[in-house]
């Protein structure tokens, strides 16, 4: 068992569903919240997430660390997580006070989740673009996720989408657990994911 260090939060989600814009949107929110954050991301074979986000400035360099996870995104998230460990145990000996480590997985399928050996809590990000047909689909990252994010909603006029009801179909198959809406573009709902991350995994009010 590991050294009570920062909480550690990951972010799974389908290929281009909207998570590094989410970590920009949601970093800068938490930052405002006075909480001590780091980054980890995970790309296939390159540190492209990573260095997108450096760019931004929203966080020190030396806060983000970039997973290279080969072929497949979920085995270093699930089935061996040692690199996102070992990733995460420096951020916490380099930054003793630091409350939250956000991990970012590489995009991948309906099917990926996170091992709770690496994770606290862990979001789903799905998009509004992916079809209204994808709750119903029942993978396992939409249904056991702790909190499933439906973002781009500002899409779902222009992709034949009906949202209330993708929303109800993903409370349905989610047995009720929270499902939020985002608008990364615009930074629409991001405060009430910050919400949902400190009531779920910080012991002190933000
Ligand atoms: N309209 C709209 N576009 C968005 C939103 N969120 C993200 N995008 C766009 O969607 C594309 C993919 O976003 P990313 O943040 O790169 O997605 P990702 O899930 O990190 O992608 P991978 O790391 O490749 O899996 C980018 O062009 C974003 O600008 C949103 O809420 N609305």
Redesign the pocket.
Known sequence: MRIRGAARVGIG????????????RLVPTLLRRRLEVAVI?N?LVTQ??AE?LRRTGILARERILAVEAGAC?HTVIREDPTLNMEAADSLDHAFPGLDLILI?????NLASTFSLDLVDYWLF?I?V?GGDDIPRKRGPGVVQSDLLIV?????HPYVGVDLPRMIAQASTVRGNRPVLC?????G?GIDAVADAISNAVLSREP
Request: glycine share 14%; charged share 35%; proline share 5%.
């Open positions: 989600g389908p290929v281009g569903s909207g998570k590094t814009a989410l970590l920009e991301t790309d492209e997430d997108r995104p970012e997985s590489g995009g991948d990000v998009d673009a973002n781009k909603v500002d899409l985002t608008n990364c573009r615009t629409e």
